[in-house]
C-alpha cells in the first residue's frame, strides 16, 4: 500500500507547524537575542542596540546603498564615511565615550578592534545574572546615546542651512532683487525648499514662510552645490559664525584668502572631491 511521506517532518506527518517550518526562511543563530531584549534594558534602547547589530541603522553609507544620499561623511568627527562600525567605535567622539564605559566594565580591548570589543561585551552580558542585566542596560544605553547625539548634531545641520536659505531670501526680498539664484551643500535642505521630500514636521512653519518668499519672485532656481564649488560662499560663512549678527554680508575690505579664492573661481581651477569627505 503506498503511502503519502511528509518530508519536513521526521516522523514523516504533516503538520501546520512542520509546513511552517519549512516554508519560512532558515534563521540564523542570533547571540545577542538576550543581550538586546533585557527586562531591564528601556525598549528604545533596546531598539537602538537590535539596528546596529542587524545591520539596520539608517547610517549615510546604508542610505546611499539605497541611493537616498550621494554623499557620506561621519557628522561626529567629518574625517571619514558614515558606517556603523566607524559611527560607534572608530569616530573620535565616540572612542571617548566607549574608553569611559570600558573603564568601568574592565574591558581592555581596543575600539578599532570591533568583534573582539563585542565578545567581550556579550560574555560580561551573558547569563541571567542582575550584573549582567546591568551591563547591557549600560551597552545599550551608550549606542542609543551615540545615536541620539548623530541624530541632534544632523537635524541642527539642517536647522542652520534651512535657516541660512529663509535669511538669504528675506535679504534678498529686502533689497528688492526679484531674480535670485539659492545655492546650498545640504542636498536634503534643497529637496525640501523645491517640495522634492516631504520635511520633518517641527520645520513646518518655518517652510510655509519660506514657499512664500518664493512665490514672490520672478525668477528662482534652488540647487545642490558642493561645499568645493561654493568655496567663496563657504568661507563668508565661516567668518560669520561668531557674529553677533543673523546675516553678514557687504564685506569691505575684502580677505586675502576670499580675494584668493575669487581669483581661483575666475581662472576656472578645478575641485577634486573625495566620496570620504562631506
Known sequence: MD??????????????????????????????????????????????????????LPTQDNLMNRRMLN??????????????????????????????????????VDNINTNRLWMSIFKLCKGKSVVSAVFSTMICATV?????????????VFQQELNAVHQGLLLARKLSVRQIEVASDSLRVIKVV????????????????????????????????????????DHLAALGVNQSLNVFYF??????????????DKNCKVYLRSN???
Not at 94 to 105: A, P, T, Y
Not at 194 to 223: K, M, T
Open 3 to 56: 503511502r503519502i511521506i511528509w518530508l519536513p517532518s521526521k516522523s514523516g506527518r504533516f503538520s501546520v507547524s512542520s509546513a511552517y517550518r519549512a516554508l519560512s526562511p532558515e534563521v540564523p543563530n542570533i547571540r545577542w537575542h538576550s543581550f538586546v531584549w533585557n527586562r531591564m534594558v528601556i525598549p528604545r534602547h533596546a531598539f537602538s542596540a537590535w539596528q546596529l547589530l542587524s545591520g539596520g
Open 194 to 233: 523645491n517640495r522634492i521630500e516631504a520635511p520633518p514636521w517641527d520645520y513646518q512653519n518655518q517652510l510655509h514662510e519660506i514657499w512664500d518668499l518664493v512665490s514672490g519672485f520672478q525668477h528662482i532656481r534652488c540647487y545642490h552645490a558642493f561645499r568645493e564649488t561654493n568655496r567663496a560662499t
Open 276 to 278: 570620504h569627505y562631506r
Open 71 to 108: 554623499e557620506s561623511s561621519c557628522i561626529l568627527c567629518s574625517g571619514h564615511r558614515e558606517n556603523s562600525k566607524h559611527l560607534f567605535f572608530e569616530c573620535s567622539y565616540s572612542n571617548e565615550i566607549w574608553n569611559h564605559v570600558k573603564g568601568l566594565l574592565e574591558i581592555k
Open 144 to 156: 542609543n546615546f551615540i545615536w541620539k547625539e548623530r541624530n541632534a548634531r544632523r537635524f541642527q
Open 251 to 264: 564685506i569691505s575690505p575684502m580677505t586675502k584668502e576670499l580675494c584668493n579664492i575669487i581669483e581661483d
